[in-house]
């Protein structure tokens, strides 16, 4: 294998790899010209059960090295394309999800608990409120509530809130929490079962939500057609992605060095799949317990299925971090990547 100077390529499944961050930290703050890819070789080595990284740096390596463009790249692979072909033919996708939900809940409310993360904080929650401009007692359906943190803002704002959720464990946490002047009620509901939504109420709410939590469903047309007869006449259904053109199961995030003169860096993120619909396996945590399943859709799927089902879109954002947001990891969503946009926030009227 080539040793020495030259371009460096590093890939790596970072959620899995416990190496990945440090070794990403090693290669950005080594001198480049004098990272020995055999050193790089050996850390991985240390870990047998990611073999298939060690192919992919060497390969990477080889291919790369005859290309003088990049002095220095690394990817960042949020799961491998290898993974994401294996998740495909998951026997029963929903349930996996559904297990690996109820799996996580402990970890998912102590992290997200009443204040939520910065991904919430700063990407979702100013839209998502300005959005739905809950009134003082207006009904609002909090679909896929997780452990109710999105329902304890809007009860903090005096809407009446219905949520739900399929895991019985988070809807449990949400229990043990404030409910902020008794506004809430909590259910243990499928978003994917006709009765189930049926049972919430036609024409009862004035607005529905849905934070972070349509690309969990295994299913979503029952719930865009079951959601326009339970929403009152004009009601609005407001949910947020993550951008499923930047911020899929595909993505890489990628920093390349250039010296044309002068030392510049670019930070971008390279897509691989987006057309069809697939499911993969990833994390919504870096600690969870087990992951969950991604289903990835096009943005057009979304939006068609609500015109189908009777709503215009009236309401469109794209949110990514200002410039000055620090990262939190090297190549992790941050101020580094303030041109992409890692969330949309979506509103739909109906008509
Ligand atoms: C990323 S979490 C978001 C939770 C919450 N909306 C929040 O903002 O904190 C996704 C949620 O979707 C829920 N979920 C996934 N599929 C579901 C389904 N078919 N029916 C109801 N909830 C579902 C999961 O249990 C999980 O709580």
Redesign the pocket.
């Known amino acids: 294998m080539p040793v020495g100077r030259g371009p460096y390529f590093l890939t790596f499944a970072a959620s899995k790899h416990p190496r990945a961050e440090l070794l990403c930290e090693m290669l950005l703050q080594a001198s480049s010209r004098q990272v020995r890819m055999t050193h790089l070789y050996d850390a991985f080595r240390m870990d047998a059960t990611h073999l298939l990284t060690i192919v992919c740096v060497i390969d990477v390596y080889i291919v790369n090295s005859s290309n003088c463009l990049c002095q220095k790249s690394l990817v960042y692979k949020r799961s491998s394309p290898v993974d994401n072909l294996l998740m495909d033919t998951q026997p029963n996708p929903?349930q996996f999800?559904?297990d690996a939900?109820e799996a996580n809940a402990e970890v998912?409310d102590a992290r997200?608990g009443d204040e939520g993360n910065d991904f919430?904080n700063i990407l979702c929650w100013p839209a998502l409120v300005s959005f739905l401009d809950p009134q003082l007692g207006q009904h609002v359906l909090d679909i896929?509530?997780?452990?109710g943190?999105?329902s304890r803002r809007l009860a903090t704002l005096r809407a009446k809130v219905t949520a739900?959720?399929?895991?019985a464990n988070?809807i449990e946490k949400a229990k043990t929490r404030e409910n902020p002047n008794s506004l809430i009620s909590y259910h243990v509901?499928?978003?994917?079962d006709e009765q189930q939504l049926l049972s919430l109420g036609e024409q009862t709410f004035d607005s529905a939500l849905?934070?972070?939590?349509l690309f969990?469903?295994?299913d979503i047309e029952t719930l865009f057609r079951i959601l326009p007869g339970l929403l009152k006449p004009g009601g609005i259904f407001v949910f947020s992605l993550t951008h499923p053109c930047f911020n899929n199961s595909s993505s890489m995030h990628v920093m390349e060095e250039f010296d044309d003169g002068e030392i510049k860096t670019v930070y971008s993120v390279k897509i691989s799949r987006y057309m069809t619909p697939y499911s993969a396996k990833g994390l919504?945590l870096r600690n969870q317990p087990k992951p969950q399943m991604y289903f990835e859709r096009p943005l057009q799927y979304y939006l068609n299925l609500g015109f189908q089902n009777g709503f215009v879109l009236d309401g469109f954002e794209e949110r990514s971090f200002p410039p000055d947001y620090p990262q939190t990891f090297p190549l992790g969503w941050g101020g580094k990547f303030s041109e992409i946009p890692p969330a949309l926030i979506v509103r739909f009227r109906k008509v």
């Open positions: 929903h999800t559904r939900w998912w997200m919430f896929a509530c997780g452990n943190l999105t739900f959720d399929f895991s988070l509901v499928d978003a994917t849905s934070n972070m939590a969990d469903m295994a919504a």
